[in-house]
């Protein structure tokens, strides 16, 4: 069974230093990775996947095969950046879109 | 809104009663996804529906049942209810045609609590 660790509840950060939210994984296949945010008040929503290889609000993410990480991170916090962070991944196969969720982390960016 | 949608927001049970939280998919998304969010723990899956039959489930206690009705709704029957239920249940849904993005498109959740 596949297993997504995120080993920080709550990190706080200052506006403009660097944010690193770690992601770490257990899974047997070649999985896809996924980042989830969910601001204050509104629904989760996507942030970002691995397959895409893009940079969403500023944020990136690279999938580490060999330390299996998706560490998520950011050159410059800002406030509105603050909101709950969650790790996921969907197993390989088509048809396939259960996702095993972290725990989440609590990024709070102080001004 | 056409996004998902959760019925009711707020439920307040006592044990041992049943209890039916509903789900509406966004327009053509033919899967529906349940998971379950305990105090301090993350998103645990529940069960996946598509088109109206089950595609997967994950840890689901017997007590708990779904289904997906014709008109693409879903329906997360939790009977014989214990404390440790209490808990946000989401439900999600994702466009299963085409590419597949593994995108998942959450509702509100529905808060259950358990006295």
């Known amino acids: 069974a596949q297993r997504v660790t995120q080993p920080e509840k709550l990190l706080s950060v200052f506006k403009g230093a660097p944010v690193e939210l770690k992601c770490n994984y257990s899974?047997?296949?070649?999985?896809?990775l996924f980042w989830y945010v969910q601001y204050s008040r509104q629904r989760l929503q996507l942030l970002l996947r691995?397959?895409s290889r893009e940079s969403i609000k500023g944020f990136t993410a690279d999938l580490n095969k060999g330390e299996t990480s998706f560490h998520l991170k950011k050159p410059f916090a800002q406030e509105e950046d603050s909101a709950m962070y969650y790790c996921?991944?969907?197993?390989?196969?088509?048809?396939?879109?259960?996702?095993?969720f972290g725990k989440g982390t609590k990024l709070s960016v102080i001004p | 809104d056409s996004g998902v949608t959760q019925t009711p927001k707020h439920l307040i049970t006592a044990t041992g009663q049943r209890v039916t939280l509903r789900c509406s998919p966004r327009?053509?998304?033919?899967?529906v996804y349940w998971y379950q969010q305990s105090l301090d723990q993350g998103l645990q899956f529940l069960i996946q529906?598509?088109?109206?039959?089950?595609?997967a489930k994950g840890n689901i206690l017997e007590r708990f049942s779904a289904q997906q009705f014709p008109d693409l709704h879903s329906e997360l029957n939790l009977s014989s209810l214990e404390l440790g239920d209490s808990a946000l249940y989401f439900c999600?849904?994702?466009?299963?045609?085409?590419?597949?993005?593994?995108?998942?498109?959450f509702g509100e959740g529905s808060r259950l609590t358990v006295l």
């Open positions: 999600a849904s994702s466009a299963v045609a085409g590419i597949h993005t593994g995108e998942l498109f």
């Open positions: 899974y047997s296949g070649s999985p896809e």
């Open positions: 691995h397959i």
């Open positions: 996921a991944l969907r197993p390989s196969g088509a048809g396939s879109y259960q996702l095993t």
């Open positions: 327009s053509g998304d033919l899967s």
């Open positions: 529906y598509y088109n109206g039959e089950e595609r």
